[in-house]
């Protein structure tokens, strides 16, 4: 093959005082096609190229061909798996969900705040804070308590008078049969009110916050 065909399918720059011998752009398949006909057009017949070479030279040009299937279909079931998380997604909308997490917001009647500890616990205490980390109300729950539990805050602080709606936090811990304290699980129950879609994950509006697909834990 001549040098002037080699430049011209690789796209050398060969103008004044340009990068000379840097690729214009980078190779695709039917560049890679191309220059094998290139090469069997411009061969010699009385001395043809090396099959040895000409065969392995097919064999990289067949596998470009199934990596860019493989991409093809890789992008295929990207598109797929996000359609199907959005259609999740807008299916849940009203329905209540269990999310992991510490934060939520309290209305008048109080709020219904879950935990879970992986080993039994004698009994658990909860502590309740204003989202700026203040706290203002502890909740004892008797025991013993094994895996998930739900306990119901009526909303007053520590002295019994009636905290305002708002944000908050919560924690929940655990002493064991020898008086070692564990950390449980804290779990929030949401309604989800609607969906937004305008970033690249999938976020849930709930009454307690934006949340993502793969917060939830159980839908109630």
Known sequence: MTLNAIESLYGFDQT????????AQELGKEDFLNLLVAQLRNQ???????????TAQLAQ????????????????????SGEFGRMSALSLIDRDVVVEDNAFRMEEAGANLGFDFADPVE??????????????????????VSGE????????????????????TFSAV????????????SLVESRITGADFSDSKEKLLTENGE?????ITRVR
């Open 16 to 23: 004044p005082g340009g990068p000379s011998g840097k690729p």
């Open 44 to 54: 010699d017949p009385l001395d043809p190229s090396d099959p040895t070479e000409f």
């Open 61 to 80: 040009f067949t596998s470009l061909e199934q990596l860019y299937n493989i991409n093809d279909n890789l992008k295929a079931v990207d598109t797929l």
């Open 123 to 144: 009994s658990v205490t909860l502590y309740i804070r204003t989202d700026d980390g203040r706290s203002v109300a502890q909740m004892q729950v008797p025991g013993p």
């Open 149 to 168: 539990r739900w306990a119901e805050w009526d909303g007053t602080d520590s002295g019994g008078a009636p905290l305002p709606p708002g944000a908050y």
């Open 174 to 185: 655990g002493k064991t049969k020898d008086g070692d304290e564990v950390q449980g699980r």
């Open 211 to 215: 949340i993502e697909l793969g917060d």
